[in-house]
T-cell receptor
Framework: QQQVKQSPQSLIVQKGGISIINCAYENTAFDYFPWYQQFPGKGPALLIAIRPDVSEKKEGRFTISFNKSAKQFSLHIMDSQPGDSATYFCAAIETGTASKLTFGTGTRLQVTL | NAGVMQNPRHLVRRRGQEARLRCSPMKGHSHVYWYRQLPEEGLKFMVYLQKENIIDESGMPKERFSAEFPKEGPSILRIQQVVRGDSAAYFC??????????????FGPGTRLTVL
C-alpha cells in the first residue's frame, strides 16, 4: 500500500526555471512532512520540512506548499540550477506514535543549461 | 564531527551466503533506523532500534532478516541465505531521540548489496 504518492517520476527543467514536485498522502495521522534530496551514490539529506498547521514554508529557493484538506503538498524549486539535479523524495511521519518515515517513490530532476 | 557511517559501502554475495551490514550512528544519537531502497524506488522502512532494544520491526521480512544495536558497537543488519531479490541499497539513519517529537533522521551513505 503506497501511503505517499509522488509525481512526476522524472522532470527536466531548464536552468532558471521552476521545478515542481507533487505529493499526496492518505494517512491523516501524518503530522510532519520532510523533503529529502539524494545525489547518486549518497544517502538522502533533509532539504526542507513542514507541519500541516502551516500552508507554506520557504527556505531560499525551496518552497513547500501544503494543502491539508486535499492531503497534498508540493516542492517548488525556484531559479533551478544544474547543481539541483538529483532525486527528490517527499516523506511523511507520525511524530507522536511512530518514528518511521514513509517515503514517496522519488522524482529524478535534471536541470539543463 | 563524523556523520552516520556505514560499511561496507559495496557488498557482493552469492545466493545462499550471509550479508552483514554495519551502521555507526552519529555521536550522541541513540536511535537507529534501517531502510531499504530497491532500484528506481523510494526508501522503505525496515526496523527501528535503540540500544539493546528493537522498537519497531514492522518493515522487516519475517524470515532471514534480523537487526541488532548492542550496548557497545555498531548496529548490524543481518541477512541470511541471501537471494537475488535482496539486491538493494540499505540505508541507516540515526536521530538523537525517537518518539514524542520529531528529530531529524540523518542518513548514512548506504551499503549497496549485490547478490549474484
Amino acid at each position: 500500500q503506497q501511503q505517499v504518492k509522488q509525481s512526476p517520476q522524472s522532470l527536466i527543467v531548464q536552468k532558471g526555471g521552476i521545478s515542481i514536485i507533487n505529493c499526496a498522502y492518505e494517512n491523516t495521522a501524518f503530522d510532519y512532512f520532510p523533503w529529502y534530496q539524494q545525489f547518486p551514490g549518497k544517502g538522502p539529506a533533509l532539504l526542507i520540512a513542514i507541519r500541516p498547521d502551516v500552508s507554506e514554508k520557504k527556505e531560499g529557493r525551496f518552497t513547500i506548499s501544503f494543502n491539508k484538506s486535499a492531503k497534498q503538498f508540493s516542492l517548488h524549486i525556484m531559479d533551478s540550477q544544474p547543481g539541483d539535479s538529483a532525486t527528490y523524495f517527499c516523506a511523511a511521519i507520525e511524530t507522536g506514535t511512530a518514528s518511521k518515515l514513509t517515503f514517496g517513490t522519488g522524482t529524478r530532476l535534471q536541470v539543463t543549461l | 564531527n563524523a556523520g552516520v557511517m556505514q560499511n561496507p559501502r559495496h557488498l557482493v554475495r552469492r545466493r545462499g551466503q550471509e550479508a552483514r551490514l554495519r551502521c555507526s550512528p552519529m555521536k550522541g544519537h541513540s536511535h537507529v533506523y534501517w531502510y531499504r531502497q530497491l532500484p528506481e524506488e523510494g526508501l522503505k522502512f525496515m526496523v527501528y532500534l535503540q540500544k539493546e532494544n528493537i522498537i519497531d520491526e514492522s518493515g522487516m521480512p519475517k524470515e532471514r532478516f534480523s537487526a541488532e544495536f548492542p550496548k557497545e558497537g555498531p548496529s548490524i543488519l543481518r541477512i541470511q541465505q541471501v537471494v537475488r531479490g535482496d539486491s538493494a541499497a540499505y540505508f541507516c539513519a540515526s536521530s538523537p531521540r525517537g518518539k514524542s517529537s520529531y528529530n531529524e533522521q540523518f542518513f548514512g551513505p548506504g551499503t549497496r548489496l549485490t547478490v549474484l
